[in-house]
């Protein structure tokens, strides 16, 4: 079964707006496996209690994911186009629309969000507060949730990666769906082509 999901954000700006679409292919992964009790899940209650934009944070979770064996994942193809506006002479943020194909189930669209501008580019993150319930499964609570969205001024380039990791309110072991999205790809002035 496929899913098509699209989101949508706005921050008000006032001045010329460029048009960038950004193709991007990858793939998202799922587990339900559960981390055994080691100094690795401490890092994950370490990622939860630090602000999630560290460095440190981050680290903890991708050294987290390393407990799992290749063949835990369940790896499928996905294809991820992101619209983005900015005022081209400030090079900042005005608004993003993306669309996932397949979307993973697990996407939030009312996430709260935040943008930054670098020398570079720009960068939109996607989170969730730990210990919440989640808005579509609430059955489920938010272990971690972040998704970043990024381009590049001057590679042309984009990518997106995210992981959300979700626990059952009643404790289930390996029930628990962590989810890992990585893709990338060109970004281009957006026009039409017909």
């Keep these: 079964m496929r ?3 699209i989101f949508f954000l706005t921050f008000p700006v006032i001045g010329e707006t460029s048009k960038i679409l950004c193709e991007l292919e990858g793939y998202y992964s799922v587990t ?3 981390i055994k009790k080691t100094y690795l899940s401490e890092g994950i209650e370490l990622f939860k ?18 407990n799992f064996a290749e063949e835990d994942w369940q790896k499928d ?16 943020f005005k ?3 993306h669309t996932f194909e397949p979307s ?20 939109v993150i996607h989170s969730m507060e730990t210990d919440k319930t989640h808005p579509i499964f609430t059955d489920y609570k938010i272990d971690v949730y972040r998704i970043s969205n990024t381009f590049n001024w001057y590679t042309g380039k ?7 990791w979700l ?17 990338s790809g060109r970004c281009e002035s957006q026009k039409k082509k017909f």
């Design 49 to 66: 209690n630090l602000a999630r934009q560290t460095q440190q944070s981050l680290f903890l979770l991708q050294r987290a994911k390393t």
């Design 158 to 164: 984009g990518q997106i990666s995210g992981d959300i």
């Design 77 to 92: 193809k996905i294809y991820i186009v992101q619209y983005w506006e900015v005022d081209s002479d400030k090079e900042t």
């Design 3 to 5: 899913f098509l999901v």
């Design 104 to 123: 993973p189930a697990w996407l939030n669209p009312e996430a709260e969000w935040s943008a930054t501008k670098s020398d570079t580019g720009v960068t």
């Design 167 to 183: 626990n059952k309110k009643d404790g289930s072991k390996n029930k628990n769906p962590k989810v890992e999205i990585t893709a």
């Design 95 to 97: 608004s993003l629309t």
């Design 32 to 34: 339900y496996k559960d």
